[in-house]
C-alpha cells in the first residue's frame, strides 16, 4: 500500500498540469455544443418564414449595422422584429412576411424590456459573429443552406 500512497502525489500533480493545445484530444478543441433542443426554444425557430422581414428592418434601421434582438410572426401577412442599430439605440419595425417591406418602423422607449436573457440576436453576414466567451454562435442558414448571418446566443 505505501507505494501507491507515494506515488499518488506525483500523479494529481501531473494531472494538475495543462495540457498545451496540440497535445489535446480533438474532442477538447471542438467548440462546446448548444445544450439540447436551443434553436427550437426560441424565435430562432421560425428564421426562414421571418428571414425577409429580418432583412427588410435590418435594412431600415437607421445607424447600420444592425442586429436583430428578435423577431416573430403577426396576423395578416405580417412579421414583427425588434433590431438595435450600431448606436444602442431599439427599434420596433412591422414588415410584410412575404417580401420584407417595410410598413412601420418605430424607436422602442428607453424603458422597454429586452427580449429573453437566452434568446439569440441575429447578426446578417457580412458581419461577422460576435466574440468572446459569453458568446454561443450558430451559423444562420436560408431554405437553401446559404450562408445569411449568426445567432448568437449569450451564456453569461
Request: include cysteine.
Amino acid at each position: 500500500m505505501k507505494p501507491l500512497l507515494i506515488l499518488a502525489p506525483l500523479a494529481l500533480a501531473a494531472c494538475a498540469q495543462p495540457l498545451a493545445p496540440a497535445e489535446l484530444p480533438a474532442a477538447e478543441l471542438a467548440p462546446v455544443p448548444p445544450p439540447p433542443g436551443l434553436l427550437e426554444a426560441d424565435w430562432s425557430r421560425d428564421l426562414h418564414d421571418l428571414l425577409p422581414v429580418l432583412q427588410g428592418c435590418l435594412a431600415r434601421t437607421p445607424t447600420p449595422p444592425a442586429v436583430a434582438l428578435k423577431a416573430w410572426p403577426m396576423n395578416h401577412g405580417l412579421a414583427g422584429a425588434w433590431t438595435r442599430g450600431a448606436d444602442g439605440r431599439r427599434w420596433d419595425c412591422t414588415a410584410q412576411l412575404a417580401d420584407g417591406r417595410v410598413e412601420r418602423l418605430t424607436p422602442l422607449a428607453a424603458t422597454t424590456q429586452p427580449p429573453d436573457a437566452g434568446a439569440p440576436i441575429f447578426v446578417p453576414d457580412p458581419q461577422p459573429a460576435p466574440e468572446g466567451a459569453c458568446s454561443h454562435n450558430e451559423r444562420a442558414r436560408d431554405a437553401g443552406g446559404a450562408a445569411v448571418g449568426w445567432l448568437s446566443y449569450r451564456g453569461c
